[in-house]
């Protein structure tokens, strides 16, 4: 699905089995985006009510960044100047964990949580904008995004990097 950067997005009210409070969890997403990196990829949670209620896989000038609402936390990774088909994964393990960003299945960055601990609201669902569809519009192409309501390990990572690999022919390294 091509996004432009301007106002096109999806919205999922209330999606069921949707993370929530401070529970670990994983984003995939298998994106091509246009230069200069901009918006959110997905968005989930709800940051309408303060602070740390939503967590993110975004775009912000050169870097993907997968962290939650209000900057305390999060990783990031600055990719090649080039624009190609990337797998991003961003993994968060609960409370007093990590916040990994990996892509193309190699593990680019990796921060401690510093509290207050993100504690996601599980209202809304939003692919392409941030959750208040007001800004952060994404620029490129998202052809799949997966979301899982545990920490994926290592060897899960590697299997659903080989997935996504074979099925939109993404060379790995």
Same mark, same amino acid.
């Given at each position: 699905?091509? *996004?432009?950067?301007?106002?096109?997005?999806?919205?999922?009210?209330?999606?069921?089995?949707?993370?929530?409070?401070?529970?670990?969890?994983?984003?995939?997403?298998?994106?091509?985006?246009?230069?200069?990196?901009?918006?959110?990829?997905?968005?989930?949670?709800?940051?309408?009510?303060?602070?740390?209620?939503?967590?993110?896989?975004?775009?912000?000038?050169?870097?993907?960044? *997968?962290?939650?609402?209000?900057?305390?936390?999060?990783?990031?990774?600055?990719?090649?100047?080039?624009?190609?088909?990337?797998?991003?994964?961003?993994?968060?393990?609960?409370?007093?964990?990590?916040?990994?960003?990996?892509?193309?299945?190699?593990?680019?960055?990796?921060?401690?949580?510093?509290?207050?601990?993100?504690?996601?609201?599980?209202?809304?669902?939003?692919?392409?904008?941030?959750?208040?569809?007001?800004?952060? %519009?994404?620029?490129?192409?998202?052809?799949?995004?997966?979301? %899982?309501?545990?920490?994926?390990?290592?060897?899960?990572?590697?299997?659903?990097?080989? %997935? *996504?690999?074979?099925?939109?022919?993404?060379?790995?390294?």
């Amino acid at each position: 699905m091509l *996004f432009n950067g301007a106002a096109n997005h999806f919205q999922v009210i209330g999606p069921t089995g949707q993370p929530t409070g401070d529970a670990p969890v994983t984003v995939a997403a298998v994106v091509w985006p246009v230069l200069p990196l901009t918006g959110k990829v997905v968005h989930f949670g709800s940051n309408l009510g303060g602070t740390d209620e939503s967590a993110f896989l975004s775009a912000n000038g050169s870097n993907w960044t *997968f962290g939650s609402f209000g900057g305390n936390s999060g990783s990031s990774f600055t990719p090649p100047g080039d624009t190609v088909w990337a797998i991003l994964t961003g993994v968060y393990n609960g409370p007093a964990g990590t916040w990994r960003i990996y892509v193309n299945g190699v593990l680019e960055d990796g921060k401690a949580e510093v509290p207050p601990y993100p504690n996601y609201a599980a209202d809304r669902l939003v692919i392409g904008a941030d959750n208040a569809l007001a800004s952060e %519009y994404f620029s490129g192409n998202i052809a799949e995004i997966v979301l %899982y309501d545990h920490a994926l390990s290592g060897p899960q990572i590697d299997a659903l990097n080989a %997935y *996504f690999s074979a099925k939109y022919a993404i060379p790995l390294p």
